[in-house]
Structure formats: structure tokens, C-alpha cells
């Protein structure tokens, strides 16, 4: 197996984190400034040069310079020279920007089917009795052939639901009035956030991430995400969204020389607050699980003890910048953060984890067989692309110039359940407005007066039968399509 060496940081030694172990995960943590930001480039760009693609998501807007040689940087060209770092060449990387909003990038969406009940009540801030009427509507649609794609299509079948609830009660469950309201108000909310735009065709093809350029580099994945942070439920909902759908779709791929996709997800605290325990349990399940599809996730957050410790523990490559401890909870987060950390006999962990400079870290990066490596005090490297933001043109220029350009900015609507439910809603009232036409042309036809014969009684009475049974079972066949009685 080909392994590639990638020298991340250098303290007394050269660190670097070894390819074949990077799908093993790994956490960035430290303090706003201290370089958290830095490092991440520095560690997407050594896995784009070596073939890995790479995700990442912009919560500040300075991440776009990853795109453009770094020239012209005093406090990189000191970092280079006091490192004596040997054949540093600038460089970007091949990027390709996405935007949930299809401003300052391509646009990324989801439909609310791919999305689910258990992702969508974590969007909606729903409590257990809402969050199991949202798993009853999605249940009830499946059975149906009615396909939830975008914000109208759920609110149609939320409605749907709610006009003929207790025809569902035997097969489904109640499904309340009051949680069928709370379930449109916070869709309404949803949607005055600009969350609708999550949702709707065509769909992100997850694809389109795992992708290299003509050179043989791995395309670096940036989505916009100052606007979405605006809301940091939508924003953490949606990439675990996105970490789900690759753990769905993803072959196994076993031990192999590098990752076929590295996901940062940043701000990682907010992923884990508030999180419900059955929700817990599935990322606990994805984070354990997907190394094994090729992929590997590293959090960035500013303290370890923001992640459950069943999820720190699988976090096997760790980089620690400098933790504040101007209070008694800070100076416990200090002594967590230290004892998640190899020992080192010449290091003091706790004293140096507050003691580092800016771009100075603790490291401890998985060996050749898996096992923490000993905790180092080192500089992180600078990358060789662009720290900080580009210009709109710049931007502009890369997103209309990209191989994907004009296929997610066309969107699509499909029939699917809103359509759906207004054409049998005008089924059925046509066929009730030509019955009660025909009946008054009934009533308003003069009788015959002659006197009828009992045989053409017989025959009458007869055809009048069969007229109503027939009728009878036209009418149950299109309610029974409507009730969700096949």
C-alpha cells in the first residue's frame, strides 16, 4: 500500500499525517484566534494534492483564498523561514464553491423525502409527540405514491392528513389537529429563515463532491455558510445530512492507501447541542461506521469536551491550539482537553495547552499501526494557498467557469404530492359537481304517464340496480384512492 506522508505541523520533528490513517477521523479544537482556521487549510490542501477530495464548509468567508496562490503574506513568509521549511511552493487548489442560497455558489439542495422525518423534526425544533405525526405524514405519503420534494409538496400532505385524519386512525395512528398546526407554524418559520431553499430539485448528486481535476488533484468542496449560520440548527442539520446520505450511498471500501472524500465540519459544537438522544445514537452510528466507506470527518470546534465523548473517542488525529482558562468551567475544559492526549514524559500537556501561541499546537497524529502518536509541541505549517477571502469577480468567475455551471441553477419542479393532491381534489369534485347535474336533469324530465307493464317494471327495477351499484363502486374507488385505502 502506498502511503503518502503529509507533513502538517513541525516541532522538534517533522509530524505528518499518514494517508492510510486519515479516514480514521479527527478533531481541530482551540480558542477563536488561535489558528484553528489555518490549520484546516493546511490540512485540506495536503489532501487535495495527493487525490483526495475534500469538504469544508465557510462559516467566516475566508476560506475562498484556498483557491489562489498565497503570495505576498509577511506573516507566512516568517513562518517559512523560522521553520526552514525546504521547496515551499505557493499554490491553490481546484475549488468548487456551492451555496445553499445560489449566491456565492452553486446551488445545493435536498429533497424533503432524502431529508426524513428525524432530521427534519431536529429542523423544525419539534417535540416527540409532533416528531412522531411527521414519521406518520411521511408514512402515510409512501404508502400513497406521493412524493415529498420540496416545502409545498409536505405542506399539502400535512394538510391532506389533517382534513381526513380520522380515516387514517386504524391503519396509522391519531394524528392531532394541534400537531398537524405546530408542524405548518414551523414550516412557515422555516421558510420566513430561507429554508425553503434547502429543499427541491434537482438535488445535490453527492457525486459531484468526489471529484479531481485534470492534474490528478482532488477538488476542494466549498459551501458558503456565513449566511446559513444565521441559523445554526438549518446549518448542523444540513451537513449531518450530508454525512448521512454518503454513509447511505457509499460501497465499502475497507483499509485503503487514502480517503476517497475528508469532511470538515465546523462548528462541530453545534451539531451535539440539543441533539435528542435517538439522534445522538445515528451520529454516534455514522461517525463509527463511515471510515469504513473511505471517508473521513474532522470536527473543528473550540473545546474537545464540546463532543460526546463516545464520538471524541473515535477522533484517533488530534490537533489542540490554546485554550483560555479565565474561569473555573475553562480551567475544567483545560484538564479535559489534556487527558484526551497521549503522554508526553517532557511535556506538560495541561500548562502547554495554555501556553501556546497563535498557530502553535498540541499534535498527536496516528502511527503506521493506529495508535495515538506521542503528544508534540509544534507550528502548524502555513498553506500554500491564499488565507483570507477573494474578491466577488474572482468568485464569479470560478463558479460560471466550473464543469457543473448551469446544471443546480435550473431548477426543476416535478409532479409530485402537491400536484398530486390538487388534481384528485379536483377529480372528486368534478364528479360530485356532474352528479348533482345529472340528478337535477332527473328531476327536471316529465314522467312518463303511460302505464308500465310488469315485465318492463322488472326490467327497470333491475337496470336501476345495477346503475346504483355500479355507481357505488366508481365512488369507492376514487375516495378509496384519496383515504389511502388500496
Do not use: C
Not at 487535495?48 to 506573516?75: C, E, H, T
Not at 399539502?156 to 407554524?185: C, H, P, W
Not at 481535476?213 to 459551501?223: M, P, R, S
Not at 468551567?329 to 482537553?337: R, S
Amino acid at each position: 500500500m502506498a502511503v503518502s506522508p503529509l507533513l502538517i505541523a513541525k516541532g522538534k520533528k517533522d509530524l505528518v499525517l499518514l494517508s492510510n490513517m486519515a479516514n480514521r477521523h479527527g478533531l481541530i479544537a482551540g480558542a477563536t484566534g488561535t489558528g484553528k482556521t489555518v490549520t484546516l487549510q493546511r490540512m485540506a490542501q495536503s489532501f487535495s494534492k495527493i487525490g483526495v477530495p475534500v469538504f469544508l464548509a465557510d462559516v467566516k468567508g475566508d476560506l475562498a483564498g484556498i483557491s489562489q496562490p498565497g503570495n505576498g503574506n509577511p506573516k507566512v513568509d516568517e513562518r517559512i523561514k523560522k521553520l526552514a521549511v525546504k521547496d515551499f511552493i505557493f499554490s491553490g487548489s481546484p475549488v468548487v464553491f456551492w451555496d445553499v442560497f445560489g449566491v456565492s455558489g452553486h446551488p445545493v439542495r435536498t429533497t424533503i423525502s432524502e431529508m426524513g422525518p428525524l432530521l427534519l423534526s431536529r429542523l423544525l425544533n419539534l417535540n416527540d409527540t409532533q416528531s412522531g405525526v411527521l414519521s406518520l405524514i411521511f408514512k402515510i405519503a409512501d404508502d400513497e405514491g406521493l412524493l415529498l420534494l420540496d416545502m409545498k409538496d409536505l405542506r399539502s400532505m400535512l394538510q391532506y392528513a389533517g382534513d381526513n385524519a380520522s380515516d387514517f386512525t386504524t391503519e396509522y395512528g391519531k394524528i392531532s389537529a394541534a400537531s398537524v398546526g405546530a408542524i405548518q407554524r414551523s414550516l412557515l418559520a422555516l421558510e420566513e429563515q430561507g429554508g425553503d431553499k434547502l429543499f427541491g430539485e434537482p438535488a445535490l448528486d453527492l457525486n459531484d463532491f468526489i471529484q479531481t481535476d485534470t492534474e490528478g488533484e482532488g477538488v476542494i468542496n466549498i459551501l458558503a455558510a456565513d449566511k446559513l449560520m444565521q441559523s445554526p440548527k438549518t446549518y448542523a442539520t444540513f451537513l449531518l445530512w450530508m454525512l448521512s446520505e454518503l454513509f447511505e450511498q457509499l460501497p465499502e471500501a475497507g483499509d485503503t492507501e487514502k480517503p476517497k472524500l475528508v469532511f470538515f465540519f465546523d462548528e462541530a459544537h453545534l451539531l451535539f447541542s440539543e441533539a435528542p438522544s435517538a439522534l445522538l445514537e445515528k451520529i454516534e452510528q455514522v461517525v463509527r461506521l463511515i471510515r469504513s466507506k473511505g471517508v473521513g470527518i474532522y470536527f473543528i470546534s473550540q473545546n474537545p469536551v464540546d463532543i460526546p465523548d463516545k464520538i471524541l473517542g473515535q477522533l484517533g488525529n488530534r490537533v489542540q491550539h490554546a485554550l483560555r482558562a479565565f474561569s473555573a468551567n475553562d480551567l475544567k475544559g483545560v484538564q479535559t482537553a489534556a487527558k484526551t492526549f497521549r503522554l508526553n514524559p517532557e511535556l506538560d500537556i495541561e500548562k502547554a495547552i495554555t501556553g501556546l501561541e497563535t498557530g502553535e499546537a498540541l499534535v498527536s497524529f496516528l502511527d503506521e499501526k493506529g495508535a495515538p502518536g506521542i503528544t508534540e509541541r509544534a507550528y502548524i505549517l502555513p498553506p500554500p494557498g491564499k488565507i483570507g477571502p477573494i474578491t466577488e469577480g474572482e468568485r464569479n468567475s470560478m463558479i460560471k467557469g466550473s464543469a457543473i455551471y448551469g446544471h443546480y441553477e435550473k431548477e426543476v419542479d416535478s409532479e409530485s404530492a402537491y400536484e398530486l393532491l390538487i388534481d384528485r381534489r379536483n377529480k372528486v369534485e368534478a364528479e360530485a359537481e356532474s352528479a348533482a347535474e345529472e340528478k337535477a336533469a332527473a328531476k327536471a324530465k316529465p314522467k312518463a304517464r303511460q302505464k308500465e307493464s310488469i315485465a318492463e317494471a322488472v326490467l327497470k327495477s333491475a337496470a336501476r340496480a345495477a346503475a346504483s351499484q355500479a355507481g357505488r363502486t366508481i365512488v369507492r374507488g376514487v375516495l378509496g384512492s384519496i383515504f389511502g385505502k388500496r
